[in-house]
């Protein structure tokens, strides 16, 4: 069976959905893998085909307008940034996506690439299934994620309300757009929002996170929406990409010279003024008495000339699941690859989301017990310390301890690859 995969976004989309189509091509599947220009390599590097699809958005992340959107911390603000880039790539995006799926037996889609792979997938007659990376459909346990403040505890109906707000908001803004490629594929107009329209198809919706993330969640959908856990790259994949390229020889060092340290990062989200940042990590650092492990894959900083305290290490990339083990705690940006391989690690973690999810994800690390949220826009000294100190504990940890054993790490990956296979029959 040859199996498309459009995608866009940045690498946190595409790691996990690469882990899936090695597995479908395990299976004997024909597998195309539609990335953002900018990750191309990335999967061809871990041996699947791929084309460009889709704009770069981490290109428009780091330029002066996303910065100045990211620093409001506003998701519909950046959904407006992104609907403005979007404006000017869509007929593009269009062509690729028809160009991605051309010929294939089943369409695989992402959140961001579901609404266009619907109308390819009519035209083309063949199945589709998606893969969503955190709650994006209507329920009365979470309200649309980034609508409300994280702290807020609403009742279901206003909580169903923010997700009736958002889908209606997202089928006016991208209507146009669509039609445009349902004209270019034949097909009739349609303004249906993407809920609906895979809703009325049957669509299989994948959730690849974990379950237990959010509790009550799973009650509310049927067996249309079905639960793997987080999708992870085996280790000869991780290899092959560039995740083990690091010094790990020398952060293990530095780790077993002193008592366990916590880790700052902030994965794929560009900040604006990295030194204030380090400075802010080497001066709470300092006054808790901990040590910090800092990654420099969020920022231009320089591992080699960033000047920080002695108890303030400066790293580049590395195997989270090798170094997290050993550190006390973690504070990142609370994208769900990172907040699952914290958490697997029994960190208890500080979330300081930026946008889109990760506000959801940082409000569940709190009301869960796991650690706290301090959404990036509010961070300074005084409040990271405050919020990173309670953490710091052998009971905070124990806790972390005892949820970790509960999420899925195994099998997730074969599992999904199971619904897609099924969804074909």
């Known amino acids: 069976m040859r199996i498309a995969i459009p995608l866009t976004g940045t690498r946190g989309d595409v790691h996990p959905i690469v882990a899936l189509g090695l597995e479908l091509r395990r299976r004997g599947h024909d597998v195309l893998i539609g990335a953002p220009p900018n990750l191309v390599e990335f999967v061809t590097a871990a041996g699947l085909e791929a084309r460009a699809c889709g704009p770069d958005v981490q290109q428009l992340y780091s330029s002066e307008e996303g910065q100045r959107a990211l620093a409001t911390g506003n998701t519909l603000r950046l959904m407006q940034l992104v609907a403005k880039q979007m404006s000017g790539y869509a007929r593009q995006m269009n062509r690729e996506v028809i160009e991605v799926c051309a010929g294939a037996d089943l369409i695989v889609a992402s959140t961001v690439t579901e609404d266009r792979a619907s109308s390819v997938a009519e035209a083309m007659g063949v199945p589709l299934v998606v893969v969503h990376y955190f709650p994006i459909r209507a329920n009365s346990a979470y309200p649309f994620p980034g609508s409300l403040p994280p702290r807020w505890n609403p009742p279901a109906a206003i909580n169903r309300a923010t997700w009736t ?28 929002s993407p809920a609906a329209t895979l809703a009325r198809t049957d669509v299989t919706e994948i959730q690849i996170y974990d379950p237990v993330l959010v509790p009550g969640l799973r009650e509310q959908w049927d067996e249309r929406r079905p639960f793997t856990g987080f999708l992870t790259l085996d280790h000869d994949t991780r290899a092959a990409v560039g995740d083990l390229a690091g010094d790990h020889d020398g952060i293990l060092s530095w780790i077993d010279e002193g008592e366990p340290p916590v880790f700052f990062g902030f994965g794929s989200m560009p900040i604006r003024d990295a030194g204030a940042v380090l400075a802010m990590v080497d001066e709470v650092s300092a006054r808790l008495g901990v040590r910090a492990l800092v990654s420099a894959g969020w920022s231009d900083l320089d591992t080699g000339t960033a000047r920080a305290g002695a108890q303030v290490k400066i790293v580049g990339p590395f195997a989270h699941d090798t170094v997290f083990p050993r550190c006390a705690a973690a504070v990142h940006h609370g ?16 979330v300081c989301s930026v946008s889109f999810e990760q506000p959801l994800w940082g409000a569940q690390v709190e009301r869960l017990g796991l650690g706290a949220h301090l959404p990036f826009t509010k961070l300074t000294s005084a409040r990271l310390e405050q919020k990173l100190a309670p953490l710091l504990t052998a009971e905070r940890r124990t806790r972390v301890a005892e949820f970790a054993r509960t999420l899925r790490t195994e099998g997730t990956t074969d599992y999904a690859a199971d619904l897609i296979e099924a969804a074909a029959k």
């Open 165 to 192: 707000l958002a889908e209606n908001l997202r089928r006016v803004v991208f209507a146009r757009y669509l039609n445009d490629l349902r004209y270019m594929l034949g097909l009739k107009k349609s303004f249906a």
């Open 335 to 350: 994208g769900i690859g990172t907040l699952f391989e914290s958490l697997r690690a029994g960190l208890p973690t500080l």
